[in-house]
């Protein structure tokens, strides 16, 4: 059994890498932390005091708190999103934020807000498209897919974008990621983004009606499973420093 595990990290490692893009070269690292936040007032107050300790100055990450406008039967409220450029980048951080005492303040003022998380995910790009941290609204799909069926979704994926940037259907930011640890409901998402969400919503509703988009889902349809979609709204950003 272990043996068999190893290999399907492995195999899903290995079609990370092979079909991974980004525009400049580089895959960026994200960790995903959902969560239920019955004040997220506090949930911000307590994010800003930690951007402000010297803990905060000195992650290596880009973060945001992002809110789940919709996302079905998911308890998740919220979630906190931290970028890397480099998985050096976050083992630095998780040292930080094992050792420094604002890390320890930032804790006990999330479970005194109440708090309780939901989920915890590593993820890597796979393909990124313009940069997402400038749109504020986004729709996102999460889908089963196995490692040997990665390239074949990808290029059916990218024939499908490709279509709808060509028609003016897909104008901000896109992507696909991978999930590497924390995949127990879904192994990739895709996402697409947007400053307005009345104009995200109504450019997907032109994509779905189009022929490239009915192309798609034939050829995607033994290739994953769809497991939810959801629409996210950014609260705050929090660049590196």
Request: net charge neutral; hydrophobic share 45%; aromatic share 10%.
């Amino acid at each position: 059994m272990k043996h068999a595990m190893l290999f399907a990290v492995t195999m899903l490692l290995t079609s990370l890498l092979q079909a991974g893009h980004h525009e400049e070269g580089v895959k960026p690292i994200y960790q995903f932390y959902h969560f239920n936040a019955p004040d997220p007032a506090a949930v911000v107050s307590a994010m800003d005091k930690f951007a402000a300790s010297d803990c905060g100055k000195q992650m290596p990450a880009n973060i945001a708190l992002s809110a789940e406008l919709y996302n079905g039967s998911d308890n998740a409220t919220h979630f906190i999103i931290v970028g890397f450029a480099s998985h050096a980048d976050r083992v630095k951080a998780e040292a930080l934020q094992a050792t420094c005492p604002a890390a320890s303040v930032f804790n006990a003022s999330m479970q005194k807000a109440g708090v309780t998380r939901t989920s915890e995910r590593l993820a890597q790009a796979v393909v990124e498209v313009k940069d997402w941290s400038q749109d504020t609204t986004f729709m996102k799909f999460d889908f089963q897919v196995a490692p040997e069926n990665v390239s074949a979704f990808l290029s059916a994926w990218t024939k499908l974008t490709n279509a709808a940037v060509k028609a003016g259907h897909l104008t901000n930011s896109y992507g696909l990621e991978g999930i590497i640890a924390g995949s127990k409901d879904f192994s990739h998402f895709v996402y697409i983004g947007h400053t307005d969400s009345a104009a995200l919503v109504e450019n997907f509703a032109k994509v779905s009606a189009s022929s490239a988009y009915a192309e798609y889902s034939k050829a995607v349809a033994n290739l994953r499973t769809s497991v939810n979609t959801s629409m996210i709204q950014i609260v705050k950003s929090w660049p590196r420093q």
